[in-house]
């Protein structure tokens, strides 16, 4: 049997470490690689010391088959990490002429002169292949060293990823290092904790206890799980159906395989139904919206949403009587229907919803920090829904969005037939 390929991920700079800026490459590449087979088993940042460096890049050799590196290879006085693995691995430095011309090409074309640093960015490892940048001028580096493969890339996502995407996975797969074959299982829950999640599930994995790995991730709104198969465990066709039972088990709180994007479920899910949406939102301040407009083609479905923030704007703008604002509060359930249906009308929308409560870090004078009020407007009627959320005021602006798109995803699916007759009748 062929012993499982590792994968170690080397992220270089201070600011990831001083808190400057957060490391989104393990979170993207580690997701890449794990749904190809190839999951990283470790991930490590460095500050920008070469004394630091070449031991981790020694490490990880030792360790891993695919070592990934990103950052340091710009053109300023902390980039070591060409020099750093040219120390590690025992080999020459050279300069590629190849390189220069192309970063004068990338400034020729937008009408600057490279300052004499950005040649530093022609410095390849003796015997490596270079991966073109087509959004930068920092070429990436690959390099096999006795059955390993070290790969050097930039630091900036937009020009990481893409290199990934064109020529790091089509090299690995031509190594039959990575493939689309089926992996781990992975679904993800929505509007149960995690805990809650573990408790429905027990019952499930009590009885394959040491045959398949579970592991949960909680984030804010929704917890995702994965089943991992084990050796001498389930087979692949055992763990999905066993993520059929898990599914099973959740119900509506089941949101899909995978990691389904939920505004992107709810747009689908209206299209199919040839119906529109518009919103109106207070305390998340548009980005209700934002989930919506994040997916291509959203305006097929989506009209609009105001971002009404102030009670003058609830009232002169969208359309909210003042008498009922005075009664019931602008954060209320009756205030949250209000909004949601004026929405509605105001963008000649079939569908609405809104979101108005208070983020924090206070509250109203009975009412505590993270209360929410959803309102849902719909062919077949209007609902409100009440949720207290915990966490700081963007934890729960993120969990407000989240309850008000899995309110309004359970809502179409539930009345999608009384809201289809209904349409018909009209």
């Given amino acids: 049997m062929t012993r499982p390929r590792k994968a170690e991920l080397l992220a270089i700079g201070d600011e990831l470490l001083n808190g400057l800026r957060a490391n989104s490459h393990l979170t993207w590449l580690g997701g890449l690689l794990a749904d190809k087979n190839l999951p990283l088993h470790w991930g490590t940042e460095i500050r920008d010391e ?75 490892l003796s015997g490596a292949d270079i991966i073109p940048n087509p959004n930068g001028t920092a070429p990436g580096q690959w390099i096999e060293e006795n059955g390993h493969v070290i ?43 995690e805990s809650k999640v573990a408790e429905l599930l027990h019952p499930l994995f009590e009885k394959t206890a040491d045959k398949v790995r579970v592991a949960y991730c909680a984030h804010l709104g929704y917890v995702d799980v994965r089943l991992h198969p084990v050796e001498g465990g389930l087979t692949e066709a055992q ?14 709180s089941f949101l899909g395989y995978g990691t389904p994007d939920l505004s992107c479920l709810i747009l689908r899910q209206l299209r199919s139904l040839g119906k529109s949406l518009a919103v109106a939102e207070s305390c998340t301040g548009g980005l209700l919206a934002s989930r919506f407009t994040d997916v291509a083609g959203a305006s097929k479905v989506f009209t609009g949403g105001l971002v009404c923030y102030r009670n003058e704007v609830k009232e002169n703008i969208l359309g909210v009587p003042g008498s009922l604002i005075e009664q019931h509060g602008a954060v209320s359930a009756e205030c949250a229907v209000a909004m949601a249906t004026a929405a509605a009308e105001m963008m000649e929308a079939d569908y609405a919803l809104a979101i108005t409560g208070y983020a924090g870090p206070e509250g109203g004078r009975d009412t505590p920090a993270g209360t929410v009020y959803l309102g849902y407007h719909s062919p077949a009627g209007v609902w409100s829904r009440k949720a207290v959320l915990p966490g700081n005021r963007t934890a729960v602006k993120e969990r407000a969005v989240t309850a008000a798109l899995d309110f309004l995803r359970r809502k179409i699916e539930k009345y999608k037939m009384v809201d289809l007759l209904e349409s018909l009748r009209c």
């Fill in 239 to 252: 763990i999905r159906q066993l993520g059929e039972r898990c599914r099973e088990a959740l119900g509506e």
């Fill in 151 to 193: 790969v050097l890339l930039p630091g900036p996502p937009m020009e990481m990823q893409p290199m990934v995407q064109n020529d790091l996975l089509p090299r690995l797969e031509e190594r039959g290092w990575v493939s689309d074959k089926e992996g781990p299982v992975r679904f993800r829950t929505i509007g149960l904790g």
């Fill in 50 to 124: 070469a004394s630091e460096m070449v031991p981790a890049f020694h490490q990880a050799l030792d360790r891993a088959d695919l070592v990934v590196v990103t950052g340091g290879l710009g053109p300023t006085s902390d980039d070591f990490t060409v020099d750093c693995m040219a120390e590690a691995l025992g080999r020459e430095v050279t300069y590629s002429k190849k390189v220069e011309e192309k970063i004068e090409a990338f400034f020729r074309a937008r009408g600057r002169e490279p300052t004499q640093n950005n040649y530093k960015q022609c410095h390849i």
